[in-house]
């Protein structure tokens, strides 16, 4: 459910006073040429990760080239636009000319990688005047936030954390974007009736995989402090249970994973000095066919699950789908019981690895052949391990880059 690919960093280096470019000489009353290029920009690689950006001043018509258009390429799309597409690890850079040779250097890293986008929460249920925090991670920032009617809803974003305040009684879906077009919905219902002492939201839906703070709003409780008191095992209170603060901040319990066989409520319930009590109920949402096991030896088979595999010298060597040279893949490993630990070893260069609930990832876009290299063409091969208590089991992957798309080839 969750991918992560390569990703490029771009910034924008724009030569000369204000921001802007370098224009030709002995034209002083010419604007400088500049982009819409943010100075820090990351994208995934591959068409769906493209980003288009638009031309100004200086003298049309224009130009873009790309340095090395084996780590990225460059192409203007209309007459003041130009694409970057990232192809691969490495660093270049993309030049904006104008007519009178007016230059917008604009250098790029290709590193890391960028995490799926997500929410800490998926569902909020909240009282006209309640408040509630919504943590956003991965993507790619800056982030927006649209939805739901002005006069229902009041949204509020500061960076990674979008605040949600209940107006009037609706139900609404909110969409949080990154810059790269990736979404997310999140349905908020703000329902009628309100208490004087309110822990919102009153109710929320998260996966389990997700290990996000979870963050309450208690408001109408008496001064002082206030103490809450969540389940343990799934969801426990980060810090002091007594606080005067009315923020309280929950984390994954002593279980050591949020996993449920089947969707789970979890009442966090607060109670200020006079004795009165605000809850908040928690729904984690059971989003793994991987059954919940136990950090100790169950006696149970314990293997890594959905491969075809066969003993070659004392080690399960196991083929999975070939790759395309140009496009990005996704391989997905799961154990067939929860709490697993995952590592790789030998892994090629073209995959990156990434762990996320009770499933392992590698990802990554292999490159074709060109004069001055193979590329990634060919087969390789890699070792994925999964330990839980006393039990470890490793197998060999074994996986084929073959035929070209997106201007790679290995024919």
């Known amino acids: 459910m969750f991918a992560a690919a390569l990703a490029v960093t771009l910034a924008a280096v724009l030569a000369g006073c204000g921001g802007g470019g370098d224009t030709a000489a002995g034209n002083d009353n010419q604007r400088a040429l500049k982009t819409t290029a943010p100075a820090d920009?990351?994208?995934?690689?591959?068409?769906?990760?493209?980003?288009?950006?638009?031309?100004?001043?200086?003298?049309?018509?224009?130009?873009?080239?790309?340095?090395?258009?084996?780590?990225l390429q460059a192409q203007r799309v209309a007459p003041d636009r130009f694409r970057v597409t990232g192809v691969s690890g490495g660093s270049a850079t993309v030049a904006v000319v104008d007519a009178l040779s007016g230059r917008v250097q604009v250098p790029v890293t290709v590193t890391g990688h960028v995490g799926a986008l997500r929410l800490s929460v998926e569902s909020l249920t909240l009282h006209s005047g309640q408040r509630a925090p919504v943590i956003i991670s991965g993507g790619q920032a800056p982030y927006r936030a649209v939805g739901g009617a002005q006069e229902a809803l009041r949204?509020?974003?500061?960076?990674?954390?979008?605040?949600?305040?209940?107006?009037?009684?609706?139900?609404?879906?909110?969409?949080?974007?990154?810059?790269?077009?990736?979404?997310?919905?999140?349905?908020?219902?703000?329902?009628p009736g309100a208490a004087a002492f309110n822990v919102s939201p009153a109710r929320q839906t998260v996966s389990e995989e997700s290990n996000l703070?979870?963050?309450?709003?208690?408001?109408?409780?008496?001064?002082g402090e206030v103490c809450a008191q969540a389940d343990g095992a799934l969801l426990q209170v980060r810090g002091p249970a007594c606080t005067?603060?009315?923020t309280i901040v929950?984390?994954?319990?002593?279980?050591?994973?949020?996993?449920?066989?089947?969707?789970?409520?979890?009442?966090?319930?607060?109670?200020?000095?006079?004795?009165?009590t605000g809850t908040s109920t928690i729904t984690i949402r059971n989003t793994s066919d991987v059954p919940c096991g136990s950090d100790?030896?169950?006696?149970?088979?314990?293997?890594?699950?959905?491969?075809t595999c066969a003993p070659v010298n004392g080690v399960d060597e196991c083929t999975i789908s070939d790759a395309t040279a140009g496009s990005f893949y996704t391989y997905v490993f799961s154990a067939s019981q929860a709490g697993a630990e995952w590592s790789f070893s030998q892994l090629p260069a073209w995959l990156k690895q990434e762990t996320i609930g009770n499933r392992a990832y590698v990802t990554g876009t292999p490159q074709g052949r060109d004069d001055q290299s193979p590329g990634d063409c060919g087969t390789h091969g890699f070792l994925v391990t999964a330990a839980k208590?006393?039990?470890?089991?490793?197998?060999?992957?074994?996986?084929?880059?073959?035929?070209?798309?997106?201007?790679q080839t290995c024919r």
């Open 41 to 71: 920009l990351v994208i995934g690689v591959g068409d769906g990760e493209a980003r288009t950006f638009e031309i100004h001043d200086g003298t049309p018509p224009y130009r873009v080239e790309s340095s090395d258009t084996r780590v």
């Open 155 to 191: 949204l509020t974003l500061a960076g990674d954390m979008l605040t949600v305040e209940g107006l009037l009684v609706s139900q609404s879906e909110v969409v949080v974007q990154d810059s790269a077009g990736r979404q997310q919905t999140l349905g908020v219902t703000v329902a």
């Open 213 to 223: 703070p979870i963050r309450l709003v208690v408001a109408g409780a008496a001064p």
């Open 244 to 246: 005067t603060d009315r």
């Open 250 to 276: 929950l984390e994954t319990g002593s279980a050591g994973s949020r996993c449920v066989a089947e969707d789970t409520d979890v009442v966090v319930t607060v109670v200020d000095r006079n004795g009165s």
């Open 296 to 307: 100790t030896d169950d006696g149970g088979e314990f293997t890594i699950t959905h491969l």
């Open 389 to 407: 208590g006393g039990k470890t089991v490793t197998r060999k992957i074994n996986v084929a880059v073959t035929g070209a798309s997106n201007g």
